[in-house]
């Protein structure tokens, strides 16, 4: 069984940096996507990053794109979410995925394209 148990946010002033981590178990790491999605109050789950299993694709939203980072360790089967000058938008739960396929990439930034899913965890930036 797939596991996927973020942790990391909490509460950063405007400007700050958090780093959020997603630790992984219940079958091999390597060979999976893995992304990042958030969701605010009264608004659709919206994609954030991805990583290829590889590691050596990335994307990001455009709304995160130059202050986010996304990376993967093997060894720790744990991915990463570098969250850097953070805004007030940038408040919500934020959900650690990975896909079902292995070598899936196409539709990373969707949210169909995931099978697994963490708890969550709260983002919030004050201004």
């Known amino acids: 069984q797939v596991q996927l148990v973020e942790s990391g946010g909490g509460l950063v002033q405007a400007g700050g940096s958090l780093r959020l981590s997603c630790a992984a178990s219940?079958?091999?790491?390597?060979?999976?996507?893995m992304g990042w999605f958030r969701q605010a109050p009264g608004k659709e789950r919206e994609f954030v990053a991805a990583?290829?299993?590889?590691?050596?694709?990335?994307r990001y939203a455009d709304a995160v794109k130059d202050r986010f980072t996304i990376s993967r360790d093997y060894a720790k089967n744990t991915t990463y979410l570098q969250m850097n000058s953070l805004k007030p938008e940038d408040t919500a739960v934020y959900y650690c995925?990975?896909?079902?396929?292995?070598?899936?990439?196409?539709?990373?930034?969707?949210?169909?394209?995931?099978?697994?899913w963490g708890q969550g965890t709260q983002v919030t930036v004050s201004s």
């Open positions: 995925a990975t896909t079902g396929r292995v070598y899936y990439w196409k539709d990373c930034d969707k949210v169909g394209a995931y099978e697994y």
């Open positions: 219940g079958r091999t790491f390597s060979g999976y996507a």
């Open positions: 990583i290829s299993w590889s590691g050596s694709s990335r």
